[in-house]
């Protein structure tokens, strides 16, 4: 393998001409593209930083993450990208735990912080930077098993952690992408989720082909459409929640998505029934990775080609890693079991920043313990159960939330669900669901109990179900079930 820097010099070699990135009102060929790179990494270099150093990015969608990319990984610096909707206290302590030595981004959110240490503000100085180094290049001796990234977990028990990524890993990651979403040297790959996280990873595709990538600042679902036949992407990654709101838009129009050839729906689960909803509207377009920043993307893999008929699946095994489905004892399960997932590899993280503790919870023998629970069919899908946190325990018995979610979702006038266990005096704990309507259709509580009655074993039924306006989420949208099951506190209270 190469290291990220290699690869974008590489395609700016061969496509000097051709547009690199671009966003509302900018855009750079690459020839423009590698020199604002090479600038940047001149500007570390003359800041005296060494190989490993660490520099933070906090700002919103914009082009210049893509540039930063490339100056980081030809510099052998580490970026610590961080997510412009946390609070200035995650913030803080993702700076001061991972020691950076500068700071680049929006003057607004690195002021909200007012961190103790240099910062380079996107736009005037930014610039003044790049046109001041502009013709100087530095390139550091970076292998592929150095440090490209560390990116912060979502922190949703306890503080985040930080995950140490490697050149190697970012692209086994780029690979597995660009083969399950079947790019080619034509395809233009699209941007409207953060790219501080899962869009990023789609990003490093671009390097593999010489692609053009395309920025978009904000997503809202009516514009985005047009965005997209405007500029005739054609690879992008959506969560789920984008997707829904996407295809649930009054005014979706699926013949704007005519150049649109593969979307990675991935980040958080989606509902067979959701899933369905999406095919039928939108066609044959997406495709699903299940991964985890520790893994990122593409732990298993599910081509568009298969998805329509394994809607409960995420996917067969990914190319650069070797996935086991083991008891509590760590010993593998027969096909049709559950158990944890874990997985070895190119992919797999180096470890967590500073935290040795819980490296060695999680990395035991070369293996990563994601923490979810899973069976794998006779044909190799793998099927993800439930996080292994989130399992309710009633009268003994496991109760996956994920199940009932799903047969929740089974109403059409159903947005989104939660499913969550609460303590209960008899049985231990119970299933209590909450519900957002999604507007089209009147849910009650009494067609929601009638479909659980119809569909599962009666004691996987929800004791209540509360029908609620949203549900709280991570700023990557994932549902924050710790979260939910403190309001569920103060609403029987």
Same mark, same amino acid.
């Given at each position: 393998m190469e290291t990220l820097g290699q690869l974008a010099v590489k395609s700016a070699d061969a496509y000097p001409e051709k547009i690199a990135v671009k966003d509302e009102n900018r855009a750079f060929d690459y020839k423009e593209f590698i020199a604002r790179a090479r600038a940047l990494s001149a500007y570390f270099h003359d800041l005296n930083f060494e190989k490993g150093d660490r520099?933070?990015?906090? &700002? /919103?969608?914009?082009?210049?993450?893509?540039?930063?990319d490339v100056a980081v990984a030809l510099a052998g610096l580490i970026k610590v990208p961080l997510n412009y909707r946390l609070h200035p206290k995650e913030h803080q302590y993702m700076i001061e735990d991972a020691g950076l030595r500068l700071i680049i981004g929006d003057q607004g959110l690195i002021d909200?912080?007012?961190?103790?240490?240099?910062?380079?503000?996107?736009?005037?100085? =930014?610039?003044?930077?790049?046109?001041? =180094?502009?013709?100087?290049? !530095?390139?550091?001796?970076?292998?592929?098993?150095?440090? !490209?990234?560390? &990116?912060? #977990?979502?922190? #949703?028990?306890?503080?985040? $952690?930080?995950?140490?990524?490697s050149h190697r890993n970012i692209i086994a990651g780029a690979l597995s992408l660009a083969q399950v979403c079947e790019v080619d040297y034509e395809d233009i790959i699209g941007h409207a989720a953060p790219l501080t996280h899962g869009s990023n990873f789609l990003s490093h595709v671009a390097w593999l082909y010489g692609l053009t990538q395309v920025v978009y600042s904000k997503f809202e679902p009516e514009e985005f459409l047009d965005h997209l036949e405007k500029d005739k992407v054609s690879v992008m990654f959506l969560v789920p929640t984008m997707v829904n709101l996407m295809i649930q838009h009054p005014s979706f129009d699926a013949a704007k998505l005519a150049t649109?050839? *593969?979307?990675?729906?991935?980040? *958080? %689960?989606?509902?067979? /029934? +959701?899933?369905q909803q999406a095919l039928d509207k939108a066609g044959d377009i997406f495709i699903q990775t299940?991964?985890?920043?520790?893994?990122?993307?593409?732990?298993?893999? &599910?081509?568009?080609?298969?998805?329509?008929?394994?809607?409960?699946?995420? @996917?067969?095994?990914?190319?650069?890693?070797?996935? +086991?489905?083991?008891?509590?004892?760590?010993?593998?399960? %027969?096909?049709?079991?559950?158990?944890?997932?874990? %997985?070895?590899? *190119?992919?797999? &993280?180096?470890? =967590?920043?500073?935290?040795? +503790?819980? #490296?060695?919870?999680?990395? $035991?023998?070369?293996?990563?313990? #994601?923490?979810?629970?899973?069976?794998?069919?006779?044909? @190799? !899908?793998?099927?993800?159960?439930?996080r292994k946190k989130d399992v309710i325990i009633s009268g003994g018995v496991n109760i996956y939330p994920r199940e009932v979610e799903e047969v929740l979702n089974l109403h059409k006038g159903v947005k989104e669900t939660c499913v969550i266990g609460v303590p209960d005096d008899k049985w231990g704990e119970c299933v209590v669901a909450y519900v957002v309507p999604n507007g089209t259709e009147e849910v009650t509580v009494e067609q929601l109990i009638g479909l659980c009655k119809d569909n599962l074993a009666s004691f996987k039924k929800p004791k209540e179900v509360f029908i609620v306006e949203e549900l709280p989420k991570s700023s990557y949208g994932k549902i924050l079930k710790r979260e939910m099951k403190q309001k569920h506190v103060e609403v029987i209270q």
């Open positions: 520099i933070g990015i906090l &700002m /919103s969608n914009r082009l210049e993450h893509i540039e930063l909200a912080v007012n961190p103790d240490l240099p910062i380079l503000y996107i736009g005037g100085d =930014y610039e003044a930077v790049i046109g001041k =180094y502009l013709g100087q290049a !530095f390139s550091e001796q970076v292998g592929e098993d150095d440090l !490209f990234a560390i &990116m912060y #977990t979502s922190g #949703t028990t306890g503080n985040p $952690k930080g995950v140490m990524l649109v050839k *593969s979307i990675n729906m991935a980040g *958080s %689960a989606i509902a067979a /029934s +959701k899933l299940y991964g985890q920043v520790e893994a990122p993307m593409c732990i298993t893999m &599910m081509p568009r080609n298969e998805i329509r008929n394994r809607l409960d699946s995420c @996917g067969r095994i990914g190319t650069f890693v070797d996935v +086991k489905i083991v008891d509590g004892d760590g010993k593998q399960v %027969a096909d049709g079991e559950v158990g944890e997932i874990i %997985a070895k590899g *190119s992919l797999v &993280m180096k470890g =967590y920043w500073n935290n040795e +503790k819980a #490296t060695a919870d999680t990395l $035991k023998d070369g293996w990563l313990y #994601t923490g979810d629970l899973g069976w794998r069919d006779a044909k @190799g !899908f793998v099927h993800i159960v439930d």
